[in-house]
């Protein structure tokens, strides 16, 4: 089992931004996809954005459109996840993965290695 790793998690307030990054040991290959993904205390983990090998496509949550952005850098074999105007909504354990097949990249059981998440917490 390949394990990728975040880092950049922390404490801050309301409006606030704060960006993650993660790297994968992975070699990767033109069809993947790589992605963020969240869980809250009590809920279910879900899709936050992702990004083609090219950096195209990426796909965004309706919770985070517009807000959040996703990019990488194959060089470095690592993935950010810039955040912007963070909310109490966003506090929870961001967790990166990646997908050899790229397909339907906003379905967990898509993606075959993950990370051990870093915690977020925004508070008010």
């Known amino acids: 089992q390949v394990r990728l790793q975040e880092s950049g998690g922390g404490l801050v307030q309301v409006g606030g931004s704060l960006t993650l990054s993660c790297t994968t040991p992975?070699?990767?290959?033109?069809?993947?996809?790589m992605g963020w993904f969240r869980q809250a205390s009590g809920k279910e983990r879900e899709f936050v954005a992702s990004?083609?090998?090219?950096?195209?496509?990426?796909g965004y949550s309706n919770a985070v459109e517009g807000r959040f952005i996703i990019s990488r850098d194959n060089a470095k074999k690592m993935i950010y996840l810039q955040m912007n105007d963070l909310k109490s909504d966003d506090t929870a354990v961001y967790y990166c993965?990646?997908?050899?097949?790229?397909?339907?990249?906003?379905?967990?059981?898509?993606?075959?290695?993950w990370g051990q998440g870093t915690q977020v917490t925004v508070s008010s």
């Open positions: 993965a990646y997908s050899p097949s790229g397909v339907r990249p906003t379905l967990p059981d898509h993606y075959l290695h």
């Open positions: 992975v070699r990767t290959v033109t069809t993947d996809a």
């Open positions: 990004i083609g090998w090219s950096g195209r496509p990426t």
